[in-house]
């Protein structure tokens, strides 16, 4: 068998050169033509493959040590997608949505974010060649900013009280509205809009939901997610109570002016269009110190690295009835890398001795 | 760089008469609230004393300015309207 190892001796050979199939490798004359993704080696095209989905499902992990001894519940990392939490799947289906609608072509994104979209349309931007820009409340940690810098996007980040006069509590959106809608632009910007989009619940009617009901082989009797966007809650409570009506979906809602990003208090912020109540039975308020309280055991007594949001919802969980639950899965959106300067605080009040 | 990159950069800057320096800031076809965004980007690279003159035509702009104006401690030195062009000019207060 001849192999011809150098460029020149390929581009001697023109256009049509063999390719050998030798111990399941493709040789080409010249050159390795590639072996190709295999998701059982878990071999992978590109980064986008790795995007959760049914053939390829965030784990569920026990809760053995902060939670009830009756209780059988599980978190679902969804900090094990590519790009860092739960909005990799909303992201994908929104930029896949525009893109069949034609909406992408020879436009600018801009999204309202407080931060995992930003990342996730960031990466995904970025692998397309498509511009983004993300406005941003001001008070997310420094991490995200540079997080959503590294990936190219451009960041503009908004105080709640920009528009002084009709100050709308939350300046991010008002402003990306604006960039796209001002006739200075003529119609160059686009924006996913995730708090309306229905492509973000189908992310999680389609995915999210789908891997639960497998993975719990049909059993869950309990799902808890955040009100966020609401595109979780609403896509895996729709999907599961059309398998099951009498699962029960509890919703965890922060308090009025929280610090748990990700959460939204639907009191002090406007619902998002793509709620549907209908779907959820129960909502259990959790303010920030229980929530931040839980973050800290998740850490030192399960060995979960997550951000304070899912410590809002474990809590929930833990102050369920878990007799009366059954087995229970929560959401744990993100990781708690990026938030080394909200836990600065705790762990510098442990130092203090306070 | 993008259009939204050259929001942040005040357009020209001129010598009014008392010798303060002019910045126009051309918002014309912008929304609410991408004129006053812009408009704090601005004042935040001005140096005190420094007028800032912002063109709208977003009918919103009429009372943002004035309560932006207050808001950051900035002197509205005029308002008017020509030709359904808002100018707003508003002094960066001179450090005491």
């Keep these: ?354 | 760089m993008s259009e939204i990159d050259m929001l942040a950069s005040p357009d020209t800057a001129k010598t009014g008469p008392s010798g303060a320096a002019v910045v126009a800031l051309d918002c014309k076809g912008l929304l609410c609230p991408l004129p006053v965004y812009r408009a704090s980007q601005a004042i935040s690279r001005l140096e005190p004393g420094a007028v800032l003159r912002v063109e709208c035509t977003d009918p919103g702009s009429l009372a943002d300015f004035p309560a932006f104006a207050r808001q950051r401690n900035l002197t509205l030195l005029s308002a008017t309207e020509r030709d359904g062009v808002q100018v707003f000019e508003l002094r960066k207060v001179a450090d005491a």
């Design chain 1, 1 to 354: 068998m001849e192999i011809i190892d150098t460029a020149a001796g390929s581009a001697a050979l023109g256009a049509a050169t063999e390719e050998l199939e030798v111990r399941g490798v493709t040789w080409r004359r010249g050159r390795i033509a590639g072996i190709g993704p295999d998701a059982a080696r878990r071999r992978y095209g590109d980064v986008r493959e790795l995007i959760a989905s049914p053939a390829n499902a965030t784990p569920l992990v026990r809760l053995n040590h902060v939670v009830a001894p009756a209780a059988d519940a599980y978190l679902k990392l969804e900090w094990l997608n590519p790009f860092g939490s739960v909005k990799d799947r909303t992201a994908r289906y929104l930029l896949e949505g525009m893109r069949q609608r034609g909406e992408l072509d020879g436009r600018e994104l801009v999204e309202a974010t407080s931060g995992n979209t930003g990342i996730a349309l960031a990466a995904l931007a970025a692998l397309e060649g498509i511009p983004l820009t993300v406005t941003i409340p001001s008070g997310v940690p420094a991490e995200k900013l540079v997080l959503l810098r590294m990936l190219g996007a451009t960041v503009m980040a908004t105080p709640d009280d920009l528009c002084p006069v009709d100050n709308p509590r939350d300046g991010a959106i008002a402003l990306a509205r604006a960039i796209v809608e001002s006739p200075a632009h003529r119609g160059r910007y686009v924006m996913p809009n995730q708090y309306a989009n229905p492509d973000n619940v189908r992310a999680h009617y389609e995915t999210t939901g789908p891997e639960i009901w497998e993975q719990t082989e049909g059993l869950v009797r309990t799902f808890v997610a955040g009100f966020g966007t609401c595109g979780t809650i609403t896509g895996v409570g729709r999907f599961l109570k059309e398998r099951d009506s009498s699962i029960r979906i509890v919703a965890v809602e922060p308090q009025a002016g929280h610090r748990l990003p990700g959460l939204k208090n639907l009191q002090e912020a406007r619902p998002p269009a793509i709620l549907d109540r209908s779907v959820i039975d129960e909502v259990i308020q959790v303010p920030d110190v229980p929530a931040y309280a839980m973050t800290t055991r998740l850490f030192r007594e399960e060995g979960l690295i997550v951000g304070p949001s899912t410590g809002a919802i474990a809590h929930a969980i833990a102050a369920l009835d878990g007799a009366a639950s059954g087995l229970t899965v929560g959401i744990s959106p993100d990781g708690g890398q990026k938030y080394a300067s909200f836990y600065a605080d705790l762990v510098a009040d442990e130092a203090a001795g306070s």
